[in-house]
T-cell receptor, first 115, second 111 residues
Framework: ETGVTQTPRHLVMGMTNKKSLKCEQH?????MYWYKQSAKKPLELMFV???????ENNSVPSRFSPECPNSSHLFLHLHTLQPEDSALYLC??????????????FGEGSRLTVL | RKEVEQDPGPFNVPEGATVAFNCTYS??????FFWYRQDCRKEPKLLMS???SGNEDGRFTAQLNRASQYISLLIRDSKLSDSATYLC????????????FGGGTRLMVKP
């Protein structure tokens, strides 16, 4: 049972839809992340939140909009996506002070298909 | 050039075999190194950190060569349950808590 929960696990949407991915961590961590995993490509860091403040936006298109209302919840709002945005979106959390230990705790991911 | 490069494999080995993966990284300022494991259709999980002097955890041995900028993972006495994708991960301290992942090496252990 993972301490990081993501919903929905699967999502199919059209290019004109608006949807959101949700992530919740039950580990008491203070940093949260969104990663994108596409077939045959490395995990790509999209956004980082430390203590609810966004510290990194890794050149992500504006059709992806993150929201972090508190240190336990993270959302990724999706709007007018493209078929190439189809991928597995992974949420992760860590303890900020120990970030350089390299231990991220990932959720099981939300598999997104854009038609 | 990719920041963290791995042979995607797959490496097909029989049970009981010893198998080694290498990973190279491009940024000489990289400070900390890790191996993650990702099972099919599951999330990545930390397998082990990689220390400068090399370190071992049971059947797994990790080594770091800073001069050549590569990291290795050796698995002895392979088990069927070792079948997974092994991700090489690098952290640059000045980049805060941003880990850079390699594309992964797929291992398949056969009976």
């Amino acid at each position: 049972e993972t301490g990081v929960t993501q919903t929905p696990r699967h999502l199919v949407m059209g290019m004109t839809n608006k949807k959101s991915l949700k992530c919740e961590q039950h580990l008491g961590h203070n940093a949260m992340y969104w990663y994108k995993q596409s077939a045959k490509k490395p995990l790509e860091l999209m956004f980082v939140y430390n203590f609810k403040e966004q510290t990194e936006n890794n050149s992500v298109p504006s059709r992806f909009s993150p929201e972090c209302p508190n240190s336990s919840h993270l959302f990724l709002h999706l709007h007018t996506l493209q078929p190439e945005d189809s991928a597995l979106y992974l949420c992760a959390s860590s303890i900020l002070s120990q970030a350089n230990t390299g231990e991220l705790f990932f959720g099981e991911g939300s598999r997104l298909t854009v038609l | 050039r990719k920041e963290v490069e791995q042979d995607p494999g797959p490496f097909n080995v029989p049970e009981g075999a010893t198998v080694a993966f290498n990973c190279t990284y491009s940024n000489s300022a990289s400070q900390s190194f890790f191996w993650y494991r990702q099972d099919c259709r599951k999330e990545p999980k930390l397998l082990m950190s990689v220390y400068s002097s090399g370190n071992e955890d049971g059947r797994f041995t990790a080594q770091l060569n800073r001069a050549s900028q590569y990291i290795s993972l050796l698995i002895r006495d392979s088990k069927l349950s070792d079948s997974a994708t092994y991700l090489c991960v690098v952290n640059i301290y000045n980049a805060g808590n941003m880990l850079t992942f390699g594309g992964g090496t797929r291992l398949m252990v056969k009976p």
